[in-house]
């Protein structure tokens, strides 16, 4: 499973970006999946995750009311829409997906839930 994560970018404090992470040609729809992230010298930490089907998702609290995660079966894509962003969320992203038979009830916060990763995408936030 090849993941890519893109949309990041260089955005002052209070701005917004919306990150993507496609699976090129094949289905993202027979997994969970997630977003973490790693500042500079920090390990890296859950951010978002969100179920198979897109009803249940998880979010954490420092990006909480802030972050929102989604995701498009049909176009095999899933999204962290980031809205007030503040210097503190400056990071590569990263994406992550999960093997789940579960439809609704599996959205995992650990990353060593996750069986594959993307690339990753560098966020910077200005102040």
């Known amino acids: 499973v090849q993941l890519q994560a893109s949309g990041g970018g260089l955005v002052q404090a209070g701005g917004s970006l919306r990150l993507s992470c496609t699976r090129s040609g094949r289905t993202l729809s027979g997994y969970a999946l997630g977003w973490f992230r790693q500042a500079p010298g920090k390990e890296r930490e859950f951010v978002a995750s969100?179920?198979?089907?897109?009803?249940?998702?998880a979010t954490a609290d420092s990006v909480k009311g802030r972050f929102t995660i989604s995701r498009d079966n049909a176009k095999n894509t899933m999204y962290l829409q980031m809205n007030s962003l503040k210097p503190e969320d400056t990071a590569i992203y990263y994406c992550?997906?999960?093997?789940?038979?579960?439809?609704?009830?599996?959205?995992?916060?650990?990353?060593?839930?996750?069986?594959?990763w993307g690339q990753g995408t560098q966020v910077t936030v200005s102040s």
């Open positions: 992550a997906a999960a093997s789940s038979a579960s439809e609704n009830f599996y959205y995992p916060r650990e990353s060593a839930q996750y069986n594959y």
């Open positions: 969100i179920s198979r089907s897109g009803v249940s998702t």
